[in-house]
C-alpha cells in the first residue's frame, strides 16, 4: 500500500492553476520533489496538507483520505519547511514541552533517543543552534510522535556542503527499515542524486514525469557537436547552448539515434531540469 497519494490535485489561482497533480510514494523510499520557483511545488505541498483548500483532487495518507480524517492524518506526518525558525529565542525543552502535548503517541524514549543521536542539547535556543541543527531539532519532533511521512520543503537550503551531505545520510537512515517515506522538495538538484530513489517533476502546475530517478535520467540524452549537426537536428532538441566550438543540448533517449553524428552523453538531474526549462537558445562564452 501506497504511504501517500495524491490524485489529480487541483487548485485555482488567476493567474495560475495547480493542474490534476498526481503521484504516490511507497514505504522506505525517497522522492524528490523538482521544478523551478513558482512551479507549484509549495503550493502543492500546502495543498496536500489543507493549509491551501484544494479545487479537486484527493490525497490519502497511509490509506486514509486526508480531507476526511485530518486529525489522525497530521499525526502521521512530520512537515518541516525550511530550516526551523520558529520562536527562536526559546529553549529546545520549552519548545518539545508544548510540542508533546498535542501528539497522544507521543513517543518520550524515542525523542531522548534523537537527542542523543543528533548531540541536541535541550537547553540551548533555537536562535543558539546552527541551521543544520535546526532541521536535525525539527526531525526529532517529527519523528518522536511516529510520522511515517517526512515532507521536507527546502531542508537543506542555506547549509553548507558538509551539513547538507550530513543531513542526506541521515536522511537515507531515517528511511532505512522501510516503514517511512521521505517528499524532499528543493532546487539543490546535486543533493537528489545522492540520496532520493524517486523523482516527481513539476512544471508550471503540471507533473511532467514522476518515476525512479535512473528511468528518469534514462528518458534523456545530452548530445555536443557543431553548429551545423544543431541546425540540422534543432526540431528535435529540448534545450541547447551553442558556444564558439559548437552546441550542447538535450533530446528525449528516442531521438538520439538521429545524433548519430554527434557525441552523446547521460544526462544528470541538473542537465534535465536547465535545459527543459530553458527559453530559447542561449549562447555561451568560451573560456
Not at 12 to 33: A, K
Not at 64 to 92: Q, W
Not at 146 to 154: C, H, P, R
Request: charged share 30%; proline share 2%.
Amino acid at each position: 500500500m501506497n504511504l501517500l497519494e495524491v490524485k489529480e490535485l487541483t487548485k485555482r489561482y488567476e493567474h495560475f492553476t495547480l493542474d490534476r497533480v498526481s503521484f504516490s510514494l511507497e514505504p522506505g523510499y525517497i522522492m524528490g520533489f523538482i521544478g523551478r520557483n513558482g512551479a507549484g511545488k509549495s503550493t502543492t505541498i500546502k495543498t496536500m496538507l489543507n493549509l491551501i483548500r484544494k479545487d479537486g483532487g484527493s490525497v490519502t495518507v497511509d490509506g486514509m483520505d486526508f480531507t476526511e480524517n485530518e486529525s489522525v492524518a497530521k499525526r502521521k506526518i512530520g512537515f518541516i519547511n525550511g530550516e526551523f525558525n520558529c520562536y527562536p529565542r526559546s529553549a529546545l525543552a520549552v519548545i518539545t514541552d508544548v510540542t508533546r502535548r498535542f501528539y497522544p503517541d507521543w513517543d518520550e524514549a524515542a525523542y531522548r533517543g534523537y537527542l542523543e543521536r543528533f548531540s541536541l542539547d535541550e537547553r540551548k535556543k533555537v536562535n543558539e543552534l546552527s541551521a543544520g541543527m535546526r532541521v536535525k531539532y525539527a526531525l526529532a519532533l517529527a519523528l518522536s510522535h511516529n510520522a511515517k511521512l517526512l515532507i521536507l520543503d527546502e531542508p537543506t537550503s542555506g547549509l553548507d556542503p558538509v551539513s547538507r551531505d550530513d543531513l542526506l545520510e541521515l536522511f537515507r537512515s531515517l528511511i532505512a527499515d522501510g516503514s517511512k517515506s521521505i517528499l524532499f522538495s528543493t532546487h539543490i538538484i546535486s543533493d537528489l542524486e545522492k540520496c532520493a530513489d524517486f523523482i516527481t517533476y513539476i512544471q508550471n502546475g503540471k507533473i511532467l514525469a514522476s518515476k525512479d530517478v535512473e528511468s528518469f535520467k534514462a528518458d534523456y540524452r545530452l548530445v555536443s557537436g557543431e553548429r551545423e549537426q544543431m541546425e540540422r537536428h534543432k526540431a528535435l532538441l529540448i534545450g541547447c547552448k551553442t558556444h564558439a566550438f559548437g552546441f550542447t543540448g538535450l533530446v528525449r533517449a528516442e531521438d538520439a539515434p538521429a545524433f548519430s553524428d554527434c557525441r552523446t552523453a547521460n544526462a544528470d538531474l541538473e542537465s534535465i531540469m536547465i535545459y527543459t526549462e530553458q527559453e530559447g537558445e542561449h549562447e555561451e562564452s568560451a573560456l
